[in-house]
């Protein structure tokens, strides 16, 4: 097949949802079909939905494929623009802005629903991600769920390791992520007043004006002692932060996936994530995880107190993460679920 892949930005930014378009590519030259991808410029939301005026734009998008991938993040461009565009559509959604909690999220669904309405099939990330979909009236038989691999890292840590990790004290937690308001960030930091651990947070700065209030939480909390920010890592000093720590924390306000809490469980962390998302697909509540509601300190510090106070329950649930981690699909598994789309819809569906 020729296939096409449209985004914003470069494939090659390290994001987890770039990461999983790389490797959907990789997967399909590897199975000998060509890809031709077509990098837009960032927007944002307003400037993106200008674009579908914008002739050039769909000449830019008028190559020769069988079918063309789009990153669903840049649907903005792409709500209009593609009822002009000449071939099959897959959309590749990893999570919609529509769920995200805020005022702007009927305006987000409102569009969503018609950019959807655009495209032929969508690949979703997680069985959360198919559902939101198709509440928006996306045909399930249309979708293919593709979970991410989690082999970034795939660390050599045994079982005797992860035991006597779980006995150190103070607690080491760690949050790893974007530093914007959706990771629920503040969340954690509430909830560290309320029990004897340390946390490391380790991510780039999304949104400065909420760095700024988190950090006047950790001073005004005085956690200062307990709370490292260390910026976006290489992969080698993050595997290091993560190999050292014994809870991963990202009680986000949603996800459409959390490739995180994966990365977290390669290194045996149980993981504390919301329920409002696609982290139900990797969390077993109380088995590799806790699951807590949204913005719900309280249920953060608890869940700490507890695996603080009990060091042989903690090994054991970081046991259980170490496991899921090894049960987690390849990247060859995903490859294939959406080759198989690809080729049912570049044969079946007829461009208008």
Same mark, same amino acid.
């Given at each position: 097949?020729? *296939?096409?892949?449209?985004?914003?930005?470069?494939?090659?930014? @390290?994001?987890?949802?770039?990461?999983?378009?790389?490797?959907?590519?990789?997967?399909?030259?590897?199975?000998?079909?060509?890809?031709? #991808?077509?990098?837009?410029?960032? &927007?944002?939301?307003?400037?993106?939905?200008?674009? !579908?005026?914008?002739?050039?734009?769909?000449?830019?998008?008028?190559?020769?494929?069988?079918?063309?991938?789009?990153?669903?993040?840049?649907?903005?461009?792409?709500?209009?623009?593609? @009822?002009?565009?000449?071939?099959?559509?897959?959309? #590749? /959604?990893?999570?919609? $802005?529509?769920?995200?909690?805020?005022?702007?999220?009927?305006?987000?669904?409102?569009?969503?629903?018609?950019?959807?309405?655009?495209?032929?099939?969508?690949?979703? !990330?997680?069985? *959360?991600? &198919?559902?939101?979909?198709?509440?928006?009236?996306?045909?399930?038989?249309?979708? %293919? *769920?593709?979970?991410?691999?989690?082999?970034?890292?795939?660390?050599? #840590?045994?079982?005797?390791?992860?035991? @006597? &990790?779980?006995?150190?004290?103070?607690?080491?937690?760690?949050?790893?992520? !974007?530093?914007?308001?959706?990771?629920?960030? =503040?969340?954690?930091?509430?909830?560290?007043?309320? +029990?004897?651990?340390?946390?490391?947070?380790?991510?780039?700065?999304?949104?400065?004006?909420?760095?700024?209030?988190?950090?006047?939480? /950790?001073?005004?909390?005085?956690?200062?002692?307990?709370?490292?920010?260390?910026?976006?890592?290489?992969?080698?000093?993050?595997? $290091?932060?993560?190999?050292?720590?014994?809870?991963?924390?990202?009680?986000? @306000?949603?996800?459409?996936?959390?490739? +995180?809490?994966?990365?977290?469980?390669?290194?045996?962390?149980?993981?504390?994530?919301?329920?409002?998302?696609?982290?139900?697909?990797?969390?077993? =509540?109380?088995?590799?995880? /806790?699951?807590? =509601?949204?913005?719900?300190?309280?249920?953060?510090?608890?869940?700490? %107190?507890?695996?603080?106070?009990?060091?042989? &329950?903690?090994?054991?649930?970081?046991?259980?993460?170490?496991?899921?981690?090894?049960?987690?699909?390849?990247?060859?598994?995903?490859?294939?679920? /959406?080759?198989?789309?690809?080729?049912? #819809?570049?044969?079946?569906?007829?461009?208008?």
């Amino acid at each position: 097949m020729r *296939v096409g892949l449209t985004l914003y930005g470069s494939i090659e930014e @390290r994001s987890g949802g770039f990461r999983y378009d790389r490797k959907l590519v990789e997967q399909l030259q590897a199975a000998g079909d060509t890809v031709e #991808i077509i990098e837009l410029p960032w &927007r944002d939301y307003h400037r993106g939905l200008l674009d !579908n005026a914008s002739p050039g734009l769909r000449q830019r998008l008028d190559v020769d494929v069988d079918v063309m991938l789009q990153d669903e993040l840049a649907h903005p461009s792409l709500v209009h623009t593609n @009822r002009h565009l000449p071939y099959p559509i897959v959309s #590749i /959604v990893h999570h919609l $802005r529509a769920s995200e909690p805020g005022p702007l999220a009927p305006l987000y669904r409102a569009v969503e629903r018609r950019y959807l309405d655009t495209v032929d099939g969508v690949v979703c !990330n997680s069985t *959360v991600t &198919r559902d939101v979909v198709t509440a928006l009236g996306v045909d399930a038989d249309a979708t %293919a *769920v593709a979970p991410p691999a989690c082999d970034q890292f795939d660390p050599d #840590i045994d079982e005797e390791t992860i035991q @006597r &990790r779980a006995k150190r004290r103070p607690l080491q937690v760690v949050f790893v992520g !974007n530093i914007e308001p959706r990771k629920g960030l =503040d969340t954690l930091v509430e909830a560290l007043t309320a +029990v004897d651990a340390e946390l490391t947070v380790v991510g780039r700065t999304v949104e400065e004006s909420h760095v700024e209030d988190v950090r006047g939480m /950790v001073d005004a909390y005085g956690l200062d002692d307990r709370v490292t920010f260390t910026g976006e890592l290489l992969d080698e000093e993050l595997a $290091r932060t993560l190999r050292e720590s014994q809870v991963l924390a990202v009680p986000s @306000r949603y996800e459409g996936f959390g490739i +995180v809490y994966l990365e977290g469980m390669s290194f045996g962390l149980p993981a504390i994530a919301s329920r409002a998302g696609g982290a139900t697909d990797i969390v077993t =509540d109380g088995e590799n995880g /806790v699951l807590v =509601d949204p913005d719900d300190p309280d249920a953060v510090a608890e869940t700490l %107190a507890r695996l603080e106070a009990d060091p042989e &329950r903690l090994g054991v649930m970081s046991q259980a993460a170490r496991r899921r981690y090894e049960q987690q699909p390849s990247w060859a598994e995903a490859g294939d679920r /959406v080759r198989r789309l690809l080729s049912d #819809i570049s044969t079946t569906v007829v461009p208008t």
